[in-house]
């Protein structure tokens, strides 16, 4: 089966801290997702990385950034995280010709 | 993507048939339907999709009208542990690379 992990189920972080959420699969899935899940809101792409070193802006990437330095971790960075950035955040991958996304249980950050 | 409009919510007696509706009006012809479910606590699974053709899977049954403009996963036994919030999506091509868009999806509670 396709596992994909996250550091983290709950994480409680100030305003200003800097975060770090990790996220490794070990399918060698080549497609990497980071998302955010919001009531009402749906699930939103932060963003995405088709390769190792490669990276791509999804729909919400402000005040996020990206590190996939090997192909099985995707790094998401909050660099100076504020309250609006309380959620369930989501990492998925996939291979590159694949039809099914694969998620991890999520991390669910709170930012006081 | 295309948008997509489910019911909120449905209930389900354990045993039956759970049918859950998805309407797509503005799909155009290289978009797939796609469905999702997420338990709850859990990141979203893949189930099932589809281009024009009925798909049929050891998780459920996807039935798209021929003009294409709804569709309908069947869990044909429904379980407890099918209680999740199901979600239906419309994207293009053929491929996980391209990212995901959840609505608010349809909350089935299976009841003993």
């Known amino acids: 089966d396709v596992k994909v992990t996250q550091s983290s189920r709950y994480l409680v972080k100030r305003t200003g801290e800097k975060v770090f959420l990790e996220c490794v699969q070990d399918?060698?899935?080549?497609?990497m997702f980071w998302y955010r899940q919001d009531p009402g809101l749906g699930l939103r792409l932060i963003y995405f990385s088709y390769d190792v070193k490669m990276k791509e802006k999804g729909d919400i990437p402000e005040g996020y950034s990206v590190s996939r330095e090997k192909k099985e971790r995707f790094s998401l960075i909050l660099e100076s995280a504020s309250t609006n950035q309380t959620s369930m955040y989501l990492c998925?991958?996939?291979?590159?010709?694949?039809?099914?996304?694969?998620f991890g249980p999520g991390t669910r950050l709170t930012v006081l | 993507d295309a948008k997509t409009t489910q019911p909120t919510s449905m209930d389900c007696a354990e045993g039956r048939a759970a049918n859950l509706p998805c309407n797509h009006s503005t799909i155009s012809g290289n978009e797939y339907v796609y469905w999702y479910r997420q338990i709850h606590s859990q990141g979203p699974q893949y189930i099932i999709h589809?281009?024009?053709n009925n798909e049929t899977n050891e998780m459920a049954s996807l039935i798209i009208t021929e003009d294409r403009k709804s569709s309908t996963l069947i869990l044909p036994h429904a379980t407890l542990r099918d209680t999740a919030v199901y979600y239906c999506?419309?994207?293009?091509?053929?491929?996980?690379?391209?990212?995901?868009?959840f609505g608010g999806g349809t909350r089935l509670m299976v009841k003993p």
């Open positions: 589809g281009l024009k």
């Open positions: 999506i419309v994207r293009e091509g053929n491929n996980a690379g391209n990212m995901l868009t």
């Open positions: 399918m060698d899935h080549e497609n």
């Open positions: 998925a991958s996939s291979m590159s010709s694949g039809n099914e996304q694969f």
